[in-house]
Nanobody, 116 residues
Framework: QVQLVESGGGLVQSGGSLRLSCAAS????????MNWYRQAPGKERELVGF????????NYADSVKGRFTISIDNAKNEVYLQMDSLKPEDTAVYYC?????????WGQGTQVTVSS
């Protein structure tokens, strides 16, 4: 059974940092890329960035480029989202996501709130 469990969200002041974690289980983690999405109140869910299998490369939305970093630890089956220089507009529920062939899996999300 595939499971994705996010953690690390919270309340932080503008300019601060948070590190989100996503623990994965139930599939061969190193064989798949992983994605981070976010959804702000009243807005559609958007892709924050992704990391390819085994961490070969990463890509980010323009809105977070240079501030957010995605990394993986294949030994722990975890993917991370390091968020620096946070802005109030980064406030959202953050989700990790995996496309496994025909199937798409989502975690339950973790709330990030950035105060001004």
């Amino acid at each position: 059974q595939v499971q994705l469990v996010e953690s690390g969200g919270g309340l932080v002041q503008s300019g601060g940092s948070l590190r989100l974690s996503c623990a994965a289980s139930g599939f061969t983690f190193s064989a798949y890329g992983m994605n981070w999405y976010r959804q702000a109140p009243g807005k559609e869910r958007e892709l924050v960035g992704f990391i390819t299998s085994a961490g070969a490369s990463t890509n980010y939305a323009d809105s977070v480029k240079g501030r957010f970093t995605i990394s993986i630890d294949n030994a722990k089956n975890e993917v991370y989202l390091q968020m620096d220089s946070l802005k109030p507009e980064d406030t959202a529920v953050y989700y990790c996501n995996a496309f496994l062939g025909r199937y798409v899996y989502w975690g339950q999300g973790t709330q990030v709130t950035v105060s001004s």
